[in-house]
């Protein structure tokens, strides 16, 4: 039977990779230069552990009607190449930075498998700047050469919607001077890219088993949570469970991982976590 095109209602064939139903998947955990750091010696960056191997900061979720991505990342290709992915059923966008959009391009060979466009879930200025950074995507007339991803636009909404059978709840966070998403699903909440939590949002953050948590270094910085930020965070919202992300090369793995409370851990890529309470959105949503 030749699958639906509404990939909210039905899952299409799985092809050759792997079903991540019911589990969330980092497919990169470092920030926009990715770790090692190009031209660098420090310590993490020749550091013989895997877990200071960093791509750029990315989710996959494998929800009750396929697998939602959360942001392009530059390395997309690699990492779901990596992780044996073959499936993508919508996106998720945080915010309209390089490091979370420019891999967009990587969608094409999963748009020319099913014959089906891709979903994409932004607010309107990620969607401008995909139209400006891809624009050959949306020329008129016929693609030229190896062809383009086939996309959609799909606005978020300012309250909790559906999702490929998964409620979501949208997170208003500050990002420098920049206004961006995080996303409630269930009970587990992935908020990078911030370094400030507006009033409204806090309510939406209570009783999660999950926390995903920005935490860019160990010192301040006027875009990102630093360590000691990112712990104050965790302690407030009090999840059963918090794990950072966003890391740039001053966090060495095994240095920083023993400085941490109780219920508190450095993401890696690779980690993956269930996906509890899909059907309820936040308390105070």
Known sequence: MKPTADATTARPPLGIGRDLTGRMLFLGTGTSTGVPLV??????CTSGDPRDI???TSALLGLPGGHLLIDTTPDLRSQLLREKIGRVDAVLFTHDHVDHVYGLDDLRPLCFATGRSIPLHCEER????????????????PPLGGGVPKVTFERIPPVPFELLGAAVTPLRLRHGV?????FRFGDVAYCTDTNGIPDETWPLLEGLDVLVLD???LTRHPTHYALEESLAVAARVAAKRTILVHMAHEIRHAAVAAMLPPGVELAVDGLEVPLTGLGRTSPAA
């Open 39 to 44: 031209g660098c010696g420090c310590e993490t």
């Open 126 to 141: 990620v969607e401008n700047r995909i139209r400006k950074a891809f624009d050959y995507a949306f020329a008129p007339g």
């Open 215 to 217: 935490c860019l270094r």
């Open 178 to 182: 920049f206004d961006v998403l995080g």
């Open 54 to 56: 960093r791509t750029r």
